[in-house]
């Protein structure tokens, strides 16, 4: 790389988002192609090939799911006709069935998918969520045991248990048969289940391979009722249950999940559920019955790498009652859910879902409400907590920690996780956050960015840790407190063996440059194929260089509401945007790059494009490739020149000396740009692939549009416009 400094961390006031932006490669004789053979726009098959879809079969496949022809779920997971047998039976002798669910919104709403499609079909059933503070997660030998004292026959887990090797091992003992439902990874050693239905067990290329815990507590309860022949009346319920948990777990859009998710979002404000009527009602999704209304206004959708997708702050106006999207869910609905699961007693949520009493459901719901009022104020007290504790004891040693290990006493363990994504979104490292169980042991979470393996890092830490588990982008840990020094140091150990200094920033993936010209009604009913959007399918990213932010001011807690113009051939295109938790930035500088998705805003009647702004840079910190062809900047005279008399000059760019110059090579000039290790960049004019290596033979080629290339080349053409006198 040629430019090796650390991008400091972001602090109050500095500006603008410290981030990395990457950029797609256009591919536009391709993406035509692909248009002609599938029907859609150009735009469109850009956006599916930048989403790995790359053929006219899988395009076909993933705008309209409805014409995918699905495996029978019978014949993908192996052990669903003996789960379907075992329910079966015990219907049939009426035999005790225990649930045991788990406390996030997955599992809740498993938990009540099963208990409303067993009961309709006649079983005995009841359930157990263990204590998020006091059992910690999935299924235990205490809760086994209470369901073998009260008479329990089948034992039925959700959204947990393929991990419980010792709890199920002794429910067998006990005489218990368990079926295990679970979409987490597969351990070493199975546990000793009558049946395991996992979606991870299934081949990869599998439809069904990507659903959550309520996706397989879905299958089940649809295959069973099949069975019996007592589908009818039962599918829409379980299909709102399974909608709301799926997108609350960030499952991944794709597959049965974007088939089914589509058809649920449709059936979700006209739900007979009481639960879900009253969520919504309390939300503030208020149904609109106009036609022409397709979606709320300028909102939010992140991951839960960055903790957005809980914080449900934000109040996107209402809705269409033809459809909800997964923003209402993620942001609106799930966050209520989840909330309880945190702070709250998960029997608040199950007797929500499961409730036919509207009265009921609505004091349920008002619960829900209060407890994520309660869960947004901890989650904003500990953020600032974390922050100033940070920003006094570890900021200055990020560069060579690239990690954060902040431990403070007196935390709410249930939402730590929520403030560990937003210190990886305001840090740009991986964060590992945890808080005094009791006098002896620590527990925490972790999340973590692209290039970083949580679950490895743990395991690299495995003989310092008491429980920990997790994946790729998060995990939990506990520890003994005489552990934190040498945890500290061996995660930061782990850190700089996989981390660059280039990628502690946040990651924005841009699909493609647009101009505001082009952001109209048209092109958002376009994009509207791709929808619902969501994990493995994010909303369209774009960007736009240099814009006049002409009114800014802040809304709510710490969001900055803009007016943006651009001006393209002598006419001014203006356009209203929000930026959520952007008031640290406020004020904007005047005229900025801009990285944004596209929402809708309906107001008195009228419908209007607006802008969600994920990214900012100043605008003169890089050189676009439209600004090289408009020659905005006098680009190609400064290359031209080069011929009469070639210029060359040493410059400073982030406290490093390099040296630039432009050369005549065959017909075209090009710039070259040398650093102190001698690795040489070189661009030519009017094209985003340039050269970067030791020597020309051994160079590999680079797109010269990524923020890393672009910022220093701009960098250079600036010095050596300065030292042209004719320029």
Not at 73 to 92: C, G, K, R, T, Y
Not at 406 to 421: C, D, E, F
Not at 443 to 471: M, T, W
Request: glycine residues 8%; proline residues 7%.
């Amino acid at each position: 790389m040629l430019d090796q400094s650390f991008p400091k961390p972001r602090t109050p006031h500095q500006g603008l988002p410290n981030q990395r932006w990457e950029i797609y490669p256009q591919q536009p004789e391709f993406a035509q192609n692909l248009a002609m053979m599938t029907n859609v726009s150009p735009i469109i098959s850009q956006l599916l090939i930048n989403r790995g879809i790359t053929t006219p079969e899988a395009a076909q496949g993933f705008l309209n799911p409805e014409s995918l022809i699905l495996p029978s779920p019978l014949e993908e997971f192996p052990d669903l006709a003996m789960s379907v047998e075992l329910l079966q039976q015990a219907i049939a002798s009426q035999a005790k069935i225990a649930i045991c669910g788990d406390y996030d919104a997955d599992g809740m709403t498993s938990t009540a998918l099963l208990l409303r499609s067993l009961r309709s079909l006649g079983a005995q059933v009841d359930y157990a969520i263990p204590s998020r503070m006091h059992d910690g997660y999935g299924i235990n030998k205490r809760i086994v045991e209470e369901f073998h004292s009260e008479g329990v026959e089948l034992i039925l887990t959700v959204d947990n248990g393929i991990s419980a090797y010792e709890p199920i091992a002794r429910a067998r003992e006990l005489g218990l048969n368990v079926i295990v439902t679970d979409h987490h990874d597969i351990p070493p050693k199975l546990p000793p289940a009558n049946a395991i239905l996992n979606p991870k067990l299934i081949a990869e290329s599998s439809p069904y391979r990507g659903v959550a815990g309520v996706g397989v507590a879905y299958i089940l309860a649809v295959s069973l009722a099949q069975q019996l022949g007592e589908i009818k009346g039962l599918v829409q319920p379980m299909l709102a249950l399974f909608t709301l948990g799926t997108i609350a777990d960030l499952a991944p859009l794709t597959g049965v999940n974007r088939r089914w998710v589509k058809r649920g979002l449709k059936h979700l404000p006209k739900s007979n559920l009481p639960g879900i009527k009253a969520l919504i009602q309390v939300a503030g999704l208020q149904v609109r019955e106009e036609a022409g209304s397709r979606e709320q206004g300028a909102g939010e959708q992140g991951s839960r790498e960055q903790g957005s997708r809980e914080q449900g702050a934000r109040k996107p106006s209402a809705s269409s009652a033809k459809s909800l999207k997964p923003e209402d869910i993620g942001f609106r609905l799930g966050p209520r859910i989840n909330a309880i699961g945190r702070i709250g007693d998960p029997q608040t949520v199950i007797e929500l879902l499961t409730t036919d009493d509207m009265a009921i459901a609505l004091d349920r719901a008002m619960q829900c409400e209060l407890t994520n009022t309660s869960r947004q104020q901890m989650c904003e007290e500990i953020e600032q907590e974390a922050i100033a504790y940070v920003e006094a004891e570890f900021v200055s040693e990020l560069p060579k920690d690239r990690v954060l290990v902040v431990i403070k006493p007196n935390w709410h363990h249930g939402v730590i996780g929520i403030v560990a994504s937003r210190l990886v979104e305001r840090y740009g490292v991986p964060v590992f956050i945890g808080t005094y169980e009791d006098e002896g042991h620590i527990r925490g979470s972790a999340r973590g960015i692209p290039e970083f393996n949580v679950f490895e890092a743990l395991q690299y830490c495995h003989d310092l840790l008491g429980k920990f588990g997790g994946h790729k982008a998060a995990g939990g840990f506990s520890f003994p407190v005489e552990n934190l020094e040498i945890l500290r140091s061996r995660l930061c150990e782990f850190a700089n063996q996989c981390l660059e200094l280039q990628h502690l920033k946040p990651l924005l993936r841009i699909d493609a440059e647009a101009d505001f010209n082009q952001l109209n009604q048209p092109l958002y009913q376009q994009i509207n194929a791709l929808h619902p959007c969501g994990m493995e399918n994010p909303d369209p990213l774009f960007w736009t260089s240099g814009v006049q932010v002409i009114e800014q001011k802040i809304v709510g807690k710490g969001n900055i509401k803009l007016t943006l113009s651009q001006t393209i051939h002598d006419q001014q295109y203006k356009i209203k945007a929000i930026a959520w938790r952007w008031g640290d930035y406020f004020p904007l500088p005047p005229r900025i790059d801009i990285a944004y998705k596209l929402r809708e805003n309906h107001f008195n009647g009228n419908t209007t494009i607006e802008l969600e702004l994920l990214g900012a840079r100043l605008a003169n910190d890089h050189l676009s490739q439209q600004a090289i062809n408009s020659q905005r900047l006098p680009i190609s005279d400064l290359f031209n020149q080069s011929s009469a008399s070639p210029l060359k000059t040493n410059f400073e760019y982030k406290q490093r000396n390099y040296t630039c110059g432009i050369y005549q090579n065959d017909v075209l000039p090009e710039l070259r740009i040398k650093n102190p290790e001698g690795k040489i960049l070189v661009m030519q004019p009017g094209r985003t692939i340039g050269l970067l290596g030791n020597n020309r033979q051994d160079s590999k080629e680079i797109d010269i549009s990524q923020p890393q290339y672009d910022n220093i080349i701009q960098a250079a053409l600036q010095v050596l416009s300065a030292l042209s006198p004719e320029l």
